[in-house]
T-cell receptor
Framework: KNQVEQSPQSLIILEGKNCTLQ??????????LRWYKQDTGRGPVSLTI?????NTKSNGRYTATLDADTKQSSLHITASQLSDSASYIC????????????FGKGTRLHILP | DAGVIQSPRHEVTEMGQEVTLRCKPI?????LFWYRQTMMRGLELLIY????????DSGMPEDRFSAKMPNASFSTLKIQPSEPRDSAVYFC?????????????????FGPGTRLTVL
């Protein structure tokens, strides 16, 4: 069964600290993986997109990594800011005759001043 | 561009009533997606359109849900009759392409969502 599991469910860190969010998937055959940021009360916003041939992608202080062999991805946030408080959602696309987009349930990140 | 526009932003209705959610995608985008988000299940894809034609509605929970896209700039999601378990945030998103090739054009742009409460 195609699944996307994210950990931790929630995370609290102090402003200025780094953190890493995890995404494990069992999706096959794999097409691409996205990380979205969703602020409270808003729709998700795309942070990074990676195909199976890419193993890292950066967007400012956000760096996503992908290991297609172990089917793991991580999102690393450097020097966190209060505005990073949000949910981060991992999304994996399947390529087969039933093309699907599988969403993780997200990690809720709280940045404390 | 104003981005994806959804209305209403909030809707409170009673069980059994008909609910219609509206979406205006970004001009020029060929794909439109409807999602539902709850705490328990996260984001779920309900249906998506390509050039106004429904392509995959396998995520639509049951016959009470229907979606239409009469033209390139407007789509509706209708629930009739509504039930308390339909309470959720409903998002509309649009993109230039389907979102399976990992290209920047695949990026889906989400609207602000409609928070639906069915009493």
């Amino acid at each position: 069964k195609n699944q996307v599991e994210q950990s931790p469910q929630s995370l609290i860190i102090l402003e200025g600290k780094n953190c890493t969010l995890q995404c494990n998937y069992t999706v096959s055959p794999f097409s691409n993986l996205r990380w979205y940021k969703q602020d409270t009360g808003r729709g998700p916003v795309s942070l990074t997109i990676m195909t199976f041939s890419e193993n890292t992608k950066s967007n400012g202080r956000y760096t996503a990594t992908l290991d297609a062999d172990t089917k793991q991805s991580s999102l690393h946030i450097t020097a966190s800011q209060l505005s990073d408080s949000a949910s981060y959602i991992c999304v994996v696309s399947v390529v087969n005759r039933d093309d699907k987009i599988i969403f993780g349930k997200g990690t809720r990140l709280h940045i404390l001043p | 561009d104003a981005g994806v526009i959804q209305s209403p932003r909030h809707e409170v209705t009673e069980m059994g009533q008909e609910v219609t959610l509206r979406c205006k995608p970004i001009s020029g985008h060929d794909y439109l997606f409807w999602y539902r988000q709850t705490m328990m299940r996260g984001l779920e894809l309900l249906i998506y359109f390509n050039n106004n034609v429904p392509i995959d509605d396998s995520g639509m929970p049951e016959d009470r849900f229907s979606a239409k896209m009469p033209n390139a700039s407007f789509s509706t999601l209708k629930i009739q009759p509504s039930e308390p378990r339909d309470s959720a945030v409903y998002f509309c998103a649009s993109s230039l392409s389907r979102g399976l090739a990992g290209l920047s054009t695949d990026t889906q742009y989400f609207g602000p969502g409609t928070r639906l409460t069915v009493l």
